[in-house]
């Protein structure tokens, strides 16, 4: 009888009670801030990683979860008697975190030539951060408690993967330009002229997509824009920062448009935030031309 673990990274942005509910395995990435040392979610909740932030001009830093961390992990799940472990992690473009799996299970297999016939590992590059796979992580644990052997789950997550994005819009780009990991963040230059980007979070990159005049239109237009890319009758997801207020106002306006309301509220947590900042609001949608 098949036992599977899906593995991720913190970056899924998903609570601590929430990772106990779902018996998943969760690695940690470690943020160096203010001096202090912590565990993304583990040792800080997104809200304590807001409040440090608004009371210092320092940027985040984080590192990659190592090799080293991703064999011993595969070795312990192996001798708890799991047969299938889905690794799912950030975006391999923004992070090494998704290689480094996959180095990882090759030490882990040279290591451990027995478990060759014993254990499967699949490697999945979510392709994007935050909600975007935490929240399949979540409907695939539900999968796997119904019965969904792996080759299932790996295809439902690589279809939402493939298939997915997050619309968003930084209140500033001061976050992004320093970290320099958003590419269109950092090619933006309309923020003289008022001007606010929407990022699109997709298939591994990020695409400015439209321009935004005034803190004032954000709310429509991000609406507008949300609503023309989704698959229709589909669940949308609202991606906030430290204040959802906006958020809430964009569901509104989706509510109207579509007749539906989000799925799901959730925050943003270090990592995000330390690359593009505790100020956003974004809505993660299936698009229709996918």
Known sequence: MSRIMILTDSCCDLSREKIAELGITVLPFEFTLGGETFRETFDKTSEEVYEMLAHTDEIPKHSQISPVTFEETYKKLYDEGYTDIISVSINSKGSGTYNNSILGKEDFFDNNPEAKDK?????????????????????????????????????????????????????NLKYAKKSGRISAAAAFAGELLGLKPIIEFADGTTTTVEKIRGEKNIVPKLAECAEKRMTPQTPYIMVHGRDNTLAKEIEKELIKRTGRKAEMYANIGAVVTANIGPDIVAVLVRRKNK
């Open 119 to 171: 254990i499967r590992i699949f490697n999945i590059d979510s392709k994007c951060y935050t909600i975007f796979y935490g929240y399949p992580i979540m409907e695939s644990v539900k999968k796997i408690r119904k019965g969904a052997e792996a080759e299932e789950i790996v295809a439902y997550l690589e279809d939402w993967f493939n298939v997915c994005a997050i619309y968003a819009v930084p209140y």
